[in-house]
């Protein structure tokens, strides 16, 4: 005749493996898909990550081309051209060596039409002077269209590169602030899944029960 702890223990032995295997097949499966989340996190910051280098990349190489392209000699040519045309128009006399109509000069246009050899002297007198302040003002026009005129070449080449140093010290900036950001999600770890302590203790009662049968077991044994 069986003795009924020894069946209860074995019962439980055998109840306590099948949950074990239960537990432990249950932790397989969240690790796994815990991996899986893992994976898919890493793998979709990696190319977050570098579609934003990219695209830094991109703006430092753009504002690097641009400020090239913009110090070409025709581009350089065309500025100075235009800020020398932009100085005389300060910096000529309001009156020109030649009025606009009848060709009259300047000394007329001051003196009026008095006639003898001493009006006319100063009449010439002024339209040379005139003449040589005009050429004087181009000359000037020119040397500061090259210089430190508000747009001459000088200024603009410098307040080109320095647009585009700021702008791709920023982009540089940017790329290593999330070069940073990237490596602490690489050190991202899964989360770690493991059998907990009640199915463990849970075992321990199983084992006890079946140390119990089958010492039983063996006494019976032993009398037969």
Known sequence: MCDPIGMIGMAF????????MQAQQDVMNKQQQANDEWLAYQRMKARAFEQRQETARVKADTARVHTLNELT??????????EQARLEGEMMPTVDAKTAEGAQSVG??????ASGRISQHYADALTTATRDARARMEDLATVASTTGSQFGLANRANSLLGESQDEIKLQGDIRQGDLIAY?????????????GSGAGA??????????????RLGAGAASV
């Not at 032995?13 to 074990?20: A, F, Y």
């Not at 490596?183 to 059998?195: L, Q, R, S, W």
């Not at 849970?202 to 010492?215: P, S």
Request: aromatic share 2%.
């Open 73 to 82: 000699g025709e581009k350089q040519g065309a500025a100075q051209v235009e």
């Open 13 to 20: 032995s055998i109840g306590s493996q099948i949950s074990q």
């Open 183 to 195: 490596g602490v999600a690489k050190a991202v770890e899964p989360v770690k899944y493991a059998i």
């Open 202 to 215: 849970a075992g321990g009662i199983a084992q006890g029960l079946a140390g119990m049968a089958g010492g």
């Open 108 to 113: 007329d246009a001051i003196l009026g039409k």
